[in-house]
């Protein structure tokens, strides 16, 4: 259980927060079954609840959403993540954890000024001819400050709060221990993998607080886009830029939430939604590496009807053979084709044990609803919705890369609609995936992964002989060996453990009733009670004996520990 689990003791105080923050909202049931019984009775203790009749007003997934804006900026970021997993939660619980925003009070500039002139390796003033003290914005894990550079450019420097990583890294301890207990002790909870999802959020948070790896990603997509006019992505000034800091192009233009604005400036929001959505398919469909949250806060429109996309601090990476495997998917959904759906569905949920037939019936029922009906009546956010709802009745999940992209499309078919009500994310995507299938077969793609493939089998070719050699010297030894894992092995291992003690103990019972009988007819030797004494002594180890049988016999419908049903 979590309470003896936690062995530092600077975590005890974090644990009882925690639980004060889920007794409040009615999670105290959760709280005991997670073995937090002695948090959950000081919880109960010191809780003075305010506001009771707006709390009994809301709902589970409102509940769960204001607990973790409580818990602090992690569990914050936790709910952006699980805002991405459209494919384990319903729509409103999604429509909750979009509601959560890491906006926070900047800090004073004294509290940061020492880390940053560390950082840049020299006084703030000798690195910048001007620097507004007051921060532009201000989030969870940094905040942003305008400066000027001696050469003229404008710039802003995002500067990560001090003491965060010793925060955050507490909170992943709680987390992934918290994952494993509920894992193993709530059957209820364990198809949604809470200790995947932990080790997702902690890979995607600990990457998101490196703004040197930011600033690599917003680099790398400024390459992909080189020859775009349309679309720009902020220059790094990389004398400046490491693990806690990094100093950028300012972008002076109009927030895409603004889109009064837009229009007063003379922009067409019409040509801004096609570019923004052509730009994001690019990066999906050819790329394989996105912009995982493509919304109005991240995008500024410029002169010319030209976007800037900001924030690469959370991004998603697709390799070719996923981004075949959605190729193939939208193939089979034009092509009637359920099978091949199936297929990939399967590939995408990993070893998951499911009916196929119902799978490929139910499939087959999605894809006729969708058919024939004109590129107008199709909406994106409707697909994926009922996909994601379909595989959440069959248990298949995501994986991480596909559930980022599975956000990124919902996101940037909401934005292109706001930029433009008549915004179709289909029509747009069409030409995009016809490029992506010729582009899949072009002479130099199959020549090079034609190539791909005769190396590897030559490679299994030239290692032929030294393999055999091998197995036919193991052979001669006699140490070849089968390894065969069978995975309730364990269990009937148990079985017939305690079948035996059970046989044992019931053998060696029988033998001192019998034994004990007969020593209790013959006279003389030590007495007990005016009885003699070997007998007594034998009747009482038989009763115990049964007694333990008995016991043994009525919990002998519980498994072991960490057996499942």
């Known amino acids: 259980m979590l309470w003896e689990a936690i062995s530092a003791v600077h975590d005890l105080g974090r644990v009882y927060d925690l639980a004060v ?55 914050i970021k936790l709910g952006q993540i699980l805002a991405t997993r459209v494919d384990l939660f319903p729509p ?3 429509a909750e954890f979009e509601k959560l925003q890491d906006q926070v009070p900047p800090l004073p500039f004294e509290r940061l000024q020492a880390q940053l002139e560390k950082d840049l390796g020299a006084p703030v003033d000798k690195v910048f001819a001007e620097f507004n003290r007051e921060a532009l914005a201000a989030a969870s894990i940094a905040q942003v400050h305008r400066a000027r550079l001696f050469s003229g450019e404008q710039v802003i420097i995002k500067i990560r709060r001090p003491g965060i990583t010793e925060i955050v890294e507490a ?11 509920v894992e193993s002790e709530i059957k209820e909870l364990r198809r949604y993998r809470p200790v995947e999802i932990v080790h997702q959020f902690a890979f995607s948070l600990r990457r998101e607080m490196d703004l040197e790896n930011e600033a690599r990603n917003a680099e790398r997509m400024a390459g992909n886009f080189a020859s775009n006019p349309w679309i720009v992505v902020p220059m790094m000034y990389w004398e400046w830029c490491c693990e806690r800091l990094n ?108 009916d196929v037939d119902a799978l490929l019936i139910d499939v087959d029922i999605f894809i006729d609803t969708y058919h024939g009906l004109p590129l107008k009546q199709l909406k994106i956010a409707n697909i994926l919705i009922d996909l994601t709802t379909l595989m959440r009745s069959y248990q298949l999940v995501l994986p991480p890369d596909l559930a980022l992209l599975f956000k990124a499309l919902l996101t940037l078919d909401g934005m292109g609609r706001q930029v433009d009500p008549d915004f179709d994310l289909i029509v747009a995507a069409t030409p995009h995936v016809r490029r992506a299938l010729f582009n899949r077969y072009r002479p130099d793609i199959l020549f090079k992964r034609g190539w791909r493939t005769a190396s590897e089998m030559l490679d ?44 044992a103990v019931g053998m060696v019972t029988s033998s001192l009733i019998i034994g004990s009988a007969i020593v209790m ?17 034998g009747f009482g180890g038989a009763a115990i004996g049964g007694v333990w049988l008995l016991i043994s016999i009525w919990r002998g419908g519980h498994l072991p520990h960490g057996e499942e049903e």
Request: glycine share 10%; with cysteine; net charge positive.
């Open 171 to 181: 909170d992943l301890r709680l987390l992934e221990r918290l994952a494993r207990i």
């Open 521 to 537: 007819t013959v006279p003389g030797g030590p007495t007990l009670w005016g009885l003699p004494m070997l007998g007594v002594l």
């Open 247 to 354: 100093v950028q192009e300012y972008i002076d233009g109009i927030p895409a939430r603004k889109l009064q604005l837009a229009e007063a400036a003379g922009l067409n929001r019409k040509i801004l939604a096609r570019r923004g959505c052509d730009a994001v398919l690019k990066m999906i469909l050819i790329d394989g590496f996105f912009h995982a949250d493509p919304h109005p806060g991240n995008l500024i429109f410029l002169p010319g009807n030209r976007i800037a996309f900001i924030d690469f601090g959370m991004v998603g990476r697709l390799s070719e053979s996923r981004r075949y495997q959605i190729v193939d998917l939208l193939a089979a959904v034009i092509d009637r084709d359920a099978k091949t759906a199936v297929t990939v569905l399967l590939d995408w949920a990993g070893d998951v044990h499911v």
């Open 21 to 75: 923050i889920l007794v409040r909202y009615g999670f105290a049931g959760f709280v005991r079954r997670i073995g937090l019984a002695h948090a959950f009775e000081q919880a109960g203790r010191a809780l003075h609840l305010k506001g009771v009749e707006e709390l009994v007003q809301l709902n589970t997934p409102q509940r769960i959403r204001r607990s973790l804006e409580e818990m602090g900026p992690t569990f």
């Open 460 to 503: 299994v070719l030239a290692a032929f002989p030294y393999d055999m050699r091998r197995l036919i010297k193991a052979l001669k030894a006699g140490t070849l060996r089968f390894n065969v894992d069978v995975s309730q092995l364990g269990y009937f291992g148990w079985i017939i453990d305690r079948a035996a003690s059970r046989l």
């Open 92 to 94: 409103d619980w999604i």
